[in-house]
């Protein structure tokens, strides 16, 4: 089992101007420990959980983008995207412009988005969540539009339509960037990394929860005519051991998801300074959890 990371608190004691730094360093980190995946959150806002609005929050793929200067091998993303944050052409472009950028590296994540504050609070449109799922079904037709390279021409959806879906330079990652799809929805989500997703992301409670969304999933695929062994299953661990930087307890939590199918084990710092974590702790379960079938 790999292991990523994701970064999701900016809360750095020297405030702003350190940011640059501990950056560069958790990227430097993440390699040395032979991690996958750096991934980051999009969000215009901090979470309420991680602090609320009023707490740092930088923007994702200027994040990923300084990311992919910093570093030579890990994968790159957000976890993930909320559809309604980008036009999917100029989303599709962005994506584009990372993976070339760092070399072929980048995964577009992309979800339903669910943060109504953020989006009233600049402005944002946020449609209902039937709608918000009809978009995202559009923008992952358009961005695989922008990337076929023997079709560039109109897209006439019902929430978008673009008149050339035109991308140059197009990705270095062939055939494109993964695409991988947030989320746990049985009807919708699970559907939609099967018909349209190269990888999904999943934040089980249990091992149980894991093998039941999985196993959902595997029907989307024999619905759609669709490898399942052709999608990369990763999930987001949540338990307190990670936090704790209990090796021990971490295992003992993951044995349970040893042998489902699963890719990547992500993990996430709950603190501003994510490159001592990566040293301390993140480094040593990489080293460990390779050992789990």
């Not at 976890?79 to 994506?95: D, F, N, S």
């Not at 600049?122 to 037709?141: C, D, I, K, Q, S």
Request: charged share 25%; aromatic share 8%; hydrophobic share 40%.
């Amino acid at each position: 089992m790999r292991v990523g990371v994701h970064i999701n608190r900016f809360g750095h004691p020297g405030g702003a101007p350190a940011l640059g730094a501990e950056l560069a360093a958790a990227g430097q980190a993440a390699e040395a420990a032979g991690l996958s995946w750096i991934s980051v959150m999009d969000h215009y806002f901090q979470m309420e959980f991680n602090g609320g609005a009023e707490a740092p929050m930088l923007e994702a793929y200027t994040t990923l983008g300084f990311l992919a200067g910093q570093t030579s091998t890990v994968r790159l993303g957000a976890l993930v995207t909320g559809v309604t944050y980008r036009h999917p052409g100029l989303l599709a472009k962005i994506a584009t412009t990372l993976d070339v950028l760092s070399g072929g590296r980048a995964v577009l994540g992309l979800g339903a988005a669910w943060y109504e504050r953020e989006h009233h609070g600049l402005g944002v449109p946020y449609p209902p969540l039937a709608e918000r799922f009809e978009r995202l079904e559009e923008t992952l037709r358009i961005c695989l539009r922008m990337w076929d390279p023997f079709d560039d021409g109109p897209f006439e959806g019902r929430h978008y339509r673009l008149a050339e879906t035109l991308c140059v330079p197009p990705p270095v990652s062939s055939p494109h960037p993964e695409i991988m799809v947030g989320g746990g929805g049985e009807r919708k989500t699970l559907r939609l990394v099967a018909q349209y997703a190269d990888a999904c992301n999943l934040i089980p409670s249990s091992p149980q929860e894991l093998r039941h969304k999985l196993e959902v999933l595997r029907g989307h695929c024999d619905s759609v005519g669709r490898d399942y062994d052709d999608i990369r299953r990763t999930f987001l661990y949540t338990g307190e051991a990670a936090v704790e930087e209990d090796l021990d307890a971490l295992l003992r939590d993951l044995e349970g998801y040893a042998g489902l199918g699963a890719d990547t084990v992500i993990l996430a710092p709950r603190a501003g300074e994510p490159a001592g974590w990566i040293d301390r702790f993140a480094s040593r379960a990489v080293r460990r959890l390779a050992e789990l079938d």
